[in-house]
């Protein structure tokens, strides 16, 4: 895994601990951030790890984020969603996510979700496999 | 210097361009809390924007990449509440209506009231069930059918009941009632043909032990089963509402999938014929979505609706945040006051009662008594204002009686036929 990966993030080993550690989807997300021509930038303060991206959308910053977070002994979500644009609300805006497990996940299923990020959630960029709904709520 | 708009231009720009909240505001304390029901669309912020003829109820459009660029601001100076224009520096008070007092409550058996139900405008608004079938329905190359503005397939957790106790949704209602609400409007999304079914009891229970006018919208029964509009009307409803948004067949097929799959869209022109010719003028509506097919069929929606009798129930396109559509861009506020004030004129012309029902504020639309603010005010605009007076007053002992709790002629649980066999 890349030193560097995200803006504010911690040592590497920590950051995995934050979504249960142990899933290769998270190392392989990671050094696809840290290769990525974006800045990235991790929120410490959510669950899991909680990263967005530094670049406009149409003129506007881009609100979209994703999250990597274990529900479940074995079971990692990697979620796409906004959060709200009001300063005091903690809504928040799915665009669904991605269910793995211990399993390898292929370079171009990766790189597919972070060019969904980048681009903003775009509908014609939506990767294929993204769940809608989840029988768990997701913390903040 | 520029003259204002008047309050529902004002509502339509609004729609059209949404508004950025200033750091003076404390909504978190005086408005009330935003809930995404109706496929998105209650996503905004709850406003008054008084007027005249009457104050206008919307809800502006708040949480969408567009409205982080609209020119609107709102601002508080003291207790007050204003929307600046930074265009032109034009200034118009607004209110916040204030979250009603019992969403805070639980019902007896301990939901949180404002899970069963939510006030849109001065009409509550529940959503029966939170799933809509078309979000899990496969085909043509597409993973889901949903509609491609609806944003209801996608949940963190639960953030309404999946299905609401007839129990709750009573008391929510007999809440909401006791704070002046007249109106119950019953939604429901795709359920392979169940949804009347499902609606039935909660329809029964309000007009018994409430007593509210009230309104069901969900997807068109097949011309077999246009019985159970009848039992619904036995029950008590009051209204039915028929969403097919686009006129044009392929708008409609390409944006509606599933309606297009399921039902196509006669099957929605036909129950709305079929319910509007039982009922009396304006107590059904068809709901269509304006700024995105080619205007030319929104005016041509209008006036097939009008032409029937029923209600034109036109929603500005809101690309809202989420939906397959939020990279679209909201529709020119010129050319949706040109649909609105066609909507007012073809209600005019074809004696649709307007703003006949007594409270009924609908924020989520631009509703043809707002734009009487677009008439011309010539002899027609008053001869159309005097007609409306007297249809009020005849109006208001019909409307009172229903405002009255009362006894179903039919069973809520036992449809007059043979439900249909499950899919
Ligand atoms: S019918 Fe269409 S608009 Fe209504 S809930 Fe289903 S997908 Fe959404």
């Not at chain 2, 805070?104 to 799933?131: A, C, K």
Request: net charge neutral.
């Amino acid at each position: 895994m890349s030193a560097v990966v995200l803006k504010g993030a911690a040592t590497p080993d920590a950051l995995a601990a934050r979504s249960g550690g142990g899933f290769p989807a998270v190392d392989a997300l990671l050094e696809g951030v840290a290769s990525a021509p974006e800045t990235f930038v991790l929120d410490p303060g959510a669950a899991g790890i909680d990263w967005s991206v530094e670049n406009r959308v149409r003129g506007l910053p881009n609100r979209a984020r994703i999250k990597c977070w274990s529900p479940k002994e074995g079971t990692l979500l990697v979620w796409f969603y906004k959060r709200s644009a009001l300063p005091w609300s903690v809504d928040r805006f799915s665009y669904g996510g991605v269910l793995v497990g211990r399993e390898r996940v292929p370079p171009a299923a990766i790189d597919a979700w972070l060019r969904y990020q980048v681009g903003g959630f775009h509908p014609e960029q939506r990767p294929p496999g993204i769940r809608r709904s989840f029988p768990f709520d997701l913390p903040a | 210097m520029v003259a204002p708009l008047n309050p529902c231009e004002l509502e339509i720009d609004l729609f059209c361009r949404g508004v950025r909240i200033d750091r003076s505001c404390s909504l978190e304390e005086d408005a009330r809390v935003f809930r995404r029901t109706r496929a998105g669309l209650g996503s905004g912020l709850e406003l008054v924007l008084p007027g005249g003829l009457k104050d206008i109820w919307m809800n502006a459009p708040v949480e969408e990449d567009f409205a982080q660029a609209s020119p609107y601001r709102l601002v508080k100076e003291g207790a007050r509440y204003l929307l600046l224009d930074e265009r032109n520096s034009l200034r118009y008070p607004v209110r916040i209506p204030p979250e009603p007092a019992w969403y805070e409550r639980r019902t007896t058996l301990g939901t949180p009231m404002q899970d069963v139900g939510v006030l849109q405008g001065t009409y509550l608004g529940i959503y029966i069930s939170n799933s809509c079938g078309y979000w899990w329905m496969r085909g043509e190359g597409r993973e889901a059918l949903n509609c491609a503005f609806c944003t209801t397939g996608y949940n963190v957790g639960v953030n309404e009941r999946v299905d609401k106790a007839v129990e709750d949704v009573v008391e929510v209602a007999a809440a909401a009632k006791a704070e002046g609400c007249t109106f119950t409007h019953f939604n429901t999304g795709f359920h392979g043909g169940r949804d009347l079914e499902m609606v039935a009891p909660y329809v029964a229970a309000v007009k018994e032990r409430v007593g509210q006018l009230v309104g069901v919208q969900a997807l068109p029964a097949r011309p077999a089963d246009y019985w159970k509009y009848d039992w619904l009307l036995d029950l008590g409803a009051n209204h039915f509402s028929f969403c097919w948004e686009f006129q044009h067949p392929d708008w409609f097929a390409r944006l509606c999938p599933g309606k297009r799959a399921t039902l196509g869209q006669d099957a929605f022109f036909r129950a709305l014929e079929y319910c509007q010719r039982k009922m009396p003028k304006g107590a059904c509506s068809g709901e269509i979505i304006a700024g995105v097919e080619p205007i030319e069929w929104t005016l041509r929606a209008i006036d097939y609706i009008t032409d029937l009798g029923a209600f034109p129930t036109v929603c500005i396109f809101r690309p809202c945040i989420g939906s397959d559509m939020e990279h679209v861009p909201s529709p020119r506020s010129e050319d949706m006051i040109g649909v609105m004030r066609h909507m007012y004129e073809a209600c005019r012309r074809k004696g649709i009662p307007i703003g006949a029902a007594p409270n009924i504020e609908v924020s989520l639309i631009v509703q043809p008594d707002d734009a009487r603010y677009l008439a011309p005010r010539d002899l027609r605009f008053w001869a159309q204002e005097a007609r409306s007076w007297v249809v009020r007053r005849l109006a208001a002992p019909v409307f009172a009686r229903e405002l009255r709790p009362r006894a179903p002629k039919a069973d809520p649980l036992h449809p007059p036929r043979p439900r249909p066999a499950a899919a």
